[in-house]
């Protein structure tokens, strides 16, 4: 089982739609959930943090699971400009430095 | 400045070359990282450099050589490398400091092609 792992995709939705990702992580001791989303050809830009709290930014919201050790991130009124892949982020304990990406969903909104 | 920049941006070179990639950041960081991301892979550890300090190798062959002149500099030393090393290049930096919310921040890459 890989370390992080994430559906590939692609996920094809019409604007104005809600989707949802998840990712699972193996290490039960992981600290640290981030979501990163990457343009084509462009570098990981940060989205948001993973608090244990859940946190919500405009129009995405972040959810912890450590029982069942997946995140997720929920968008809402999907626009265009939100296509793009969305990579997760983990931190084992102890490691803090050492993060592995996960796979990556790519997202593709649809007029 | 919330900026981490690369040079050059795309860079050629053939199996005999030797030549360096460059990262820098002023955001006061204390860590540092290179990664290598395949395309529609995603980013793959290879160094992390935490207070000028080789924390993390992720047995990255010896074509490839880390460098932290300084805290807001990083470079990455290439020599004798492989077709299959072309790839883009990451540099990325962290507040560090064992805080557990260490957000990474990357700068645009560097889009390697080995002839």
């Known amino acids: 089982r890989k370390e992080v792992e994430q559906d590939p995709g692609p996920f094809n939705v019409p604007e104005g739609a809600t989707v949802a990702f998840n990712c699972t992580y193996s290490?039960?001791?992981?600290?640290?959930f981030f979501w990163y989303r990457q343009d084509c050809r462009k570098e990981p830009k940060l989205l948001m943090s993973?608090?244990?709290s859940g946190n919500e930014d405009g129009r995405f919201t972040a959810q912890l699971n450590r029982a069942s050790q997946y995140i997720s991130l929920l968008i809402r009124d999907s626009k265009l400009s939100d296509s793009a892949t969305y990579l997760c982020v983990v931190t084992p304990d102890g490691g803090y430095q050492k993060v592995t990406f996960g796979t990556g969903t790519k997202l593709q909104v649809i007029p | 400045d919330t900026e981490v920049t690369q040079t050059p941006k795309h860079l050629v070179m053939g199996m005999t070359n030797k030549k360096s990639l460059k990262c820098e950041q002023h955001?006061?960081?204390?860590?540092m990282y290179w990664y290598k991301q395949k395309a529609k892979k995603p980013p793959e550890l290879m160094f992390v450099y935490s207070y000028e300090k080789l924390s993390i190798n992720e047995s990255v062959p010896s074509r490839f050589s880390p460098e932290c002149p300084n805290s807001s500099l990083l470079n990455l030393h290439l020599h004798a490398l492989q077709p299959e090393d072309s790839a883009l290049y990451l540099c990325a930096s962290s507040p560090g400091g064992g805080t557990l919310n260490n957000e990474q921040f990357f700068g645009p890459g560097t889009r390697l092609t080995v002839l």
């Open positions: 955001m006061g960081h204390r860590a």
């Open positions: 993973v608090y244990s």
């Open positions: 290490n039960s001791a992981s600290q640290s």
